[in-house]
């Protein structure tokens, strides 16, 4: 079936550094492809999306491209904040199918000051 | 405006009781669907309603059941609870029944233990 795997965390990293989470996915359709953010206490926050093969999804200095020959949509961040701390969740859905999002297990990162 | 509320935030029950989350969408959203979400994993699909119509179920028992109401807010229904069905329950909500070209905004969750 369809599924999503995501790098396992914590990662932690010192605030300014490179960050990377690596998401690969498995899809019968032609799935569009999400990254979710949730901070503490809180619920699911959207932070891109890429609806097509090399679309590259970008928000707040997070980017993700949509790549179809290696099924991937890694999670990139040139210099991470400690206000990023949080877990990051890769997701897809696919159209014509009972509209779910199929998410990964999430990975939490921690930035350190 | 108000983004999706979930009431109630926390929620502590026995095993063999039932429990009624309740959900409202985005003013002028059609479409609700709730997910669970185990300590330490992602969400998982539950139901999709649209136009008070189920259009999705995840693979959860009979227990669990879901209805829409005529002004879009929604109901996820937990019977014969057991301590696995303990984790937070997630609502969602989407202008139409097509993630793919909406966003789907999800509310702060109810956290429900069961004991």
């Known amino acids: 079936g369809d599924s999503v795997t995501q790098m396992e965390g914590p990662v932690t990293l010192s605030e300014e550094a490179f960050l990377t989470i690596n998401c690969t996915y498995t899809?019968?359709?032609?799935?569009?492809l999400f990254w979710y953010v949730q901070y503490p206490g809180e619920g699911l926050q959207l932070l891109l999306k890429?609806?097509?093969?090399?679309d590259k999804g970008s928000n707040k200095g997070f980017e993700a491209t949509y790549r179809k020959e290696t099924t991937s949509f890694h999670l990139e961040k040139g210099s991470v904040q400690v206000s990023d701390s949080a877990v990051y969740f890769c997701?897809?859905?696919?159209?014509?199918?009972?509209?779910?999002?199929?998410f990964g297990k999430g990975t939490r990162l921690h930035i350190l000051p | 405006d108000a983004g999706v509320t979930q009431s109630p935030t926390h929620l502590i029950k026995t095993r063999g009781q039932h429990v009624t989350l309740r959900c409202s969408p985005i003013?002028?959203?059609?479409?609700v669907s709730w997910y669970q979400q185990v300590l330490g994993q992602g969400p998982q699909f539950i139901f999709q309603?649209?136009?008070?119509?189920?259009?999705g179920r995840g693979n959860f028992p009979d227990r669990f059941s879901a209805r829409q109401f005529p002004n879009y807010s929604s109901e996820l229904n937990v019977n014969a609870l057991l301590l696995g069905d303990s984790a937070l329950y997630l609502c969602?909500?989407?202008?139409?029944?097509?993630?793919?070209?909406?966003?789907?905004?999800f509310g702060q969750g109810t956290r429900l233990t069961v004991v």
């Open positions: 899809a019968t359709g032609y799935p569009s």
């Open positions: 890429a609806t097509k093969a090399d």
């Open positions: 003013s002028g959203h059609k479409s």
């Open positions: 997701a897809l859905s696919i159209l014509n199918r009972d509209d779910k999002i199929i």
């Open positions: 969602a909500s989407s202008s139409n029944d097509r993630v793919r070209n909406t966003e789907a905004f």
């Open positions: 309603y649209y136009e008070k119509e189920e259009r």
